[in-house]
Each structure stands twice: as C-alpha cells, then as structure tokens.
C-alpha cells in the first residue's frame, strides 16, 4: 500500500530557530511531491518538486527533493511566529492525478 | 492560481440530516476532488469529481453516503448524507489545472450534533 510518514510530528521551537521537517515516501507511479502549510482550514500551496537534487526556494522556505532515497525535506529559516502550523507533504501519482497525504508536521514557534 | 469559493464556510447540523456542499473555481478546470480531515487526522481524498458523470470513490466512501455533482468544469457539490457524529469534519474541495498543483478551497468545518 502506498504511504507518506512525516517526521517529527511535532517541533516546537524560538524565533530565529531554523527547522528541517521530513517526508519519506513509498508510492507507485511517483509523479511529484508537494508541501502545504495548513494554518486553519485550507493548507495553502508552498512547493511542488519532480526532479531530484535542484532545490526549490521561496524566501525563508526551501525544499529538495530525493527520488532516489525517497524523501524530500522542507526547511525554514529563521523561523517567525507566523511559520506555527501544521505542514503537509503529498505525493502525486501518474495515474488518477490523486494526492495521498502524510500525517504532517505541527510545527510551533515561540517567541 | 484559480480562486476558489467553498460554501458553507462552518454548519452545525443535527443527526440524520443531510448537507450539501459547493465549490465555484472562477476559471475551467481539469480536474476537481473532494478530502475530508477528520480531527487531529491528515487530508483524505473522497472521491474525483468528473464532469458530466458519476464520480470516482476511494475505497471507504460509498455515493449514497457522499453523492457528489459536477455539472461543468467550474462547479461541484459533496452532499454528506444522513448525517451522524463520526462525520464531523472538515471537508475541503480542491482543484487541478493543467501543469499545476493542486490548490485548495477555504473547507468546510462540519459539526454534527
């Protein structure tokens, strides 16, 4: 059966703190990987990596991908207190255009 | 990214009943789902919405729980059917154009009492 582990399930750490958050995958027709940041209801769109090795990058975030190993990791630098939420991975199969969902990363940042 | 607008935003509904829910994406899109996340649990696909047919189930849902419409390529409903406890959600209908990733509605938080 296909699955996505997400680790840790939850971090807790200070303002200014920089974070690595994991997602190992076993699927079968692999297509992508995408993170989502999900602060209430809706987890909004942060990355979608294909390719193995070239780091995708938006200010504070980046995340890369492993297709080899089978992971990708998000971090975060510099870590504000806007960042606390849960973080989701999913991974997108050829067929059915499907997402199939870790159980994601709480992540909470203190003052 | 297309806008998307998922009604209601939050219900409270009593046992037995039924709830129908909409998503209105403002641009033509391939392809439409819909998730329930259930407390303290990740996102978990329901069904594909396909336009103009009977939609596509994941195992564990059934259509006479979770009928689910899709009339053209902007508009679907999720109906939650006679509703109990064990169905209080929230419940998020997502969208996929053509190259692009899958982008979310507001969801739906449903509260059954």
């Known amino acids: 059966e296909d699955k996505v582990v997400q680790s840790p399930l939850s971090l807790v750490v200070h303002e200014g703190d920089t974070v690595t958050l994991n997602c190992s995958y076993e699927?079968?027709?692999?297509?992508?990987l995408l993170w989502y940041k999900q602060e209430k209801k809706a987890p909004t769109f942060l990355f979608m990596l294909?390719?193995?090795?070239i780091e995708k990058k938006s200010g504070r975030l980046s995340s890369i991908l492993d297709k080899k190993e089978l992971f990708s990791i998000l971090n975060i630098t510099a870590t504000q207190t806007g960042d606390s939420a849960i973080y989701l991975c999913?991974?997108?199969?050829?067929?059915?255009?499907?997402?199939?969902f870790g159980g994601g990363t709480r992540l909470m940042v203190k003052p | 990214s297309a806008v998307i607008s998922q009604k209601p935003s939050r219900d409270i509904c009593q046992r037995g009943t039924s709830l129908t829910i909409q998503c209105q994406v403002d641009?033509?899109?391939?392809?439409m789902f819909w998730y329930r996340q259930q407390p303290g649990q990740s996102l978990t696909l329901i069904a594909t919405?396909?336009?103009?047919?009977?939609?596509?189930?994941e195992s564990g849902f059934v259509i006479d729980k979770f009928p689910i419409s899709r009339p053209n390529l902007t508009f679907s409903t999720l109906t939650v059917s006679n509703m109990s406890p064990e169905d209080s959600s929230i419940y998020l209908c997502?969208?996929?154009?053509?190259?692009?990733?899958?982008?979310f509605g507001d969801g739906t938080r449903l509260s059954i009492l």
């Open positions: 699927v079968t027709n692999f297509r992508s």
């Open positions: 294909t390719s193995s090795g």
């Open positions: 999913a991974v997108e199969e050829n067929a059915g255009n499907m997402l199939t």
């Open positions: 641009s033509q899109v391939t392809m």
């Open positions: 997502s969208v996929r154009g053509p190259n692009q990733p899958q982008h």
């Open positions: 919405a396909n336009q103009g047919s009977e939609a596509t189930y």
